[in-house]
């Protein structure tokens, strides 16, 4: 758990832990969503964790929070995670799929957030186990 949601585990975990709206987007992965999140003292969210394997088998690949309206309304948790002292940085250089990518000493999660986006602006919590996703 970080934050109060699981960011590992299992398909059950994840529906101890609210996550019960799941659909299967494709052959090789299942989301499982929860509504009203309250994420770093901010929200309500928009929150799914995606898991790996069309039964979620594979365990969590991450948790993404949105809101439904607010474009800006993840930079709430940004601007927690500013003041607490997480290091950040930004992959890419202003083309589309630019995140600014949040970390800090001893902390098993990294947070990327859409700078450049399409639809929902998104603030992704990655595991360390997920290790596809852009590090700088």
Same mark, same amino acid.
């Given at each position: 758990?970080? *934050?109060?949601? =699981?960011? /590992?585990?299992? #398909?059950?975990?994840?529906?101890?832990?609210?996550?019960?709206? !799941?659909?299967? =987007?494709?052959?090789?992965?299942?989301? !499982?969503?929860?509504?009203? $999140? $309250?994420?770093?003292?901010?929200? =309500?969210?928009?929150?799914? &964790?995606?898991?790996?394997?069309?039964? *979620?088998? *594979? *365990?969590?690949?991450?948790? #993404?929070?949105?809101?439904?309206?607010?474009?800006?309304? &993840?930079?709430? #948790?940004?601007? &927690?995670?500013? /003041?607490?002292?997480?290091? %950040?940085?930004?992959?890419?250089?202003?083309?589309?799929?630019?995140? #600014?990518?949040?970390?800090?000493?001893? &902390? =098993?999660?990294?947070?990327?957030?859409?700078?450049?986006?399409?639809?929902?602006?998104?603030?992704?919590?990655?595991?360390?186990? %997920?290790?596809?996703?852009?590090?700088?």
């Amino acid at each position: 758990m970080f *934050g109060g949601l =699981p960011v /590992r585990g299992s #398909i059950a975990d994840a529906r101890a832990a609210g996550f019960t709206d !799941c659909v299967q =987007p494709d052959w090789d992965s299942l989301r !499982c969503r929860r509504h009203k $999140v $309250v994420f770093q003292g901010a929200g =309500p969210y928009e929150a799914a &964790v995606d898991l790996v394997g069309h039964d *979620g088998g *594979g *365990g969590f690949d991450q948790l #993404i929070l949105w809101h439904g309206q607010d474009q800006y309304a &993840v930079y709430k #948790i940004t601007d &927690v995670l500013d /003041r607490q002292g997480w290091k %950040n940085c930004s992959t890419g250089d202003g083309e589309r799929g630019d995140q #600014i990518v949040y970390s800090h000493a001893g &902390v =098993p999660v990294r947070m990327s957030m859409d700078l450049s986006y399409w639809g929902k602006r998104r603030l992704r919590v990655l595991p360390a186990s %997920n290790t596809r996703e852009r590090r700088c």
